[in-house]
């Protein structure tokens, strides 16, 4: 049903309509950013690239049909987060704490996972991302990021393990 919601409110998105444009927007905002933050680890940069994926929606939503908008916006985030790596050529991390009041077990909860995630590869963040964060399936996955489903699952299981191993 929700998926049905936001595939009429990117129809009228289409149409220049801005109350669907911020429908979309409130919904996609949060997942779209934690896509940008696990490929990239900057806070900052998270922000403007999910400032440059709502932009790139507003200003040029696509005419062809898109059977799976969530996957299609997920998909520019992701992308977009790739080309900033590609083009910078240090990123450093020195901001991960949330900018708002968490207690400090929750920091340090937050701390340890964002750690954590920085030992697996850029494919596995991206994986756990769309999957956690997202709530893509994984074939929506292996679509976005060119992988056959078997391997997308079976680097999704290796980075839990990963990740368990860790923490």
């Known amino acids: 049903m929700e998926k049905e919601m936001l595939k009429n409110d990117f129809e009228r998105l289409k149409k220049h309509d801005k109350n669907a444009f911020i429908t979309i927007y409130n919904e996609l905002k949060i997942p779209v950013?934690?896509?940008?933050y696990r490929i990239v680890c900057s806070k900052e940069l998270a922000e403007d690239i999910t400032q440059e994926v709502f932009l790139r929606l507003f200003s040029s939503p696509p005419d062809a049909e898109i059977k799976n908008p969530r996957a299609w916006i997920f998909a520019i985030a992701r992308n977009l987060s790739l080309d900033h790596l590609r083009k910078?050529?240090?990123i450093n991390i020195d901001d991960i704490t949330a900018t708002f009041?968490?207690?400090e077990s929750d920091i340090i909860a937050r701390l340890d996972v964002e750690?954590?995630?920085?030992?697996?590869s850029t494919t596995e963040r991206e994986i756990i991302t769309l999957h956690l964060n997202a709530g893509l399936s994984f074939?929506?996955?292996?679509?976005?990021?060119?992988?056959?489903?078997?391997?997308t699952y079976r680097r999704y299981k290796k980075a839990l393990g990963k990740l368990k191993a860790i923490l």
């Open 33 to 36: 950013y934690t896509i940008a």
């Open 88 to 90: 910078a050529e240090n």
């Open 101 to 103: 009041e968490h207690s």
């Open 115 to 120: 750690t954590a995630l920085q030992h697996l």
């Open 139 to 151: 074939k929506e996955i292996a679509s976005i990021t060119k992988l056959s489903l078997p391997s």
